[in-house]
């Protein structure tokens, strides 16, 4: 069973830039498929990047397209999410998470991080 652990919320102000980090244990990291979810207050959860299973391609939720980054460091079983030219409208919990191989982009998902707060101020 995998772990996850975030890191690397905060606040920033609107245009500014922030790197989250999920770090994986427990499991083989080249296992799993992995993205990243958040959830603004009073919303659902919603997806905004992840890997296909295979690693070499990337899926985006439109709202993020273009200002997002997902990335991963197989060596260092870790997994980032860039965010740049931030807006108010990003402020939420940001969560990392994984899937079983086979398992399309947008879940379901397995595991879960704890979550890691990001608060964008206009």
């Known amino acids: 069973q995998v772990q996850l652990v975030e890191s690397g919320g905060g606040s920033v102000q609107a245009g500014g830039s922030l790197r989250l980090s999920c770090a994986a244990s427990?499991?083989?990291?080249?296992?799993?498929?992995m993205g990243w979810f958040r959830q603004a207050p009073g919303k659902e959860r919603e997806f905004v990047a992840a890997?296909?299973?295979?690693?070499?391609?990337?899926y985006y939720a439109d709202s993020v397209k273009g200002r997002f980054t997902i990335s991963r460091d197989n060596a260092k079983n870790t997994v980032y999410l860039q965010m740049n030219s931030l807006t108010p409208e990003d402020t939420a919990v940001y969560y990392c998470?994984?899937?079983?191989?086979?398992?399309?982009?947008?879940?379901?998902?397995?595991?879960w991080g704890q979550g890691t707060q990001v608060t964008v101020a206009s």
């Open positions: 427990g499991g083989s990291f080249a296992s799993y498929g």
């Open positions: 890997f296909t299973w295979s690693g070499s391609s990337t």
């Open positions: 998470a994984a899937r079983r191989l086979g398992v399309g982009a947008r879940g379901p998902y397995n595991y």
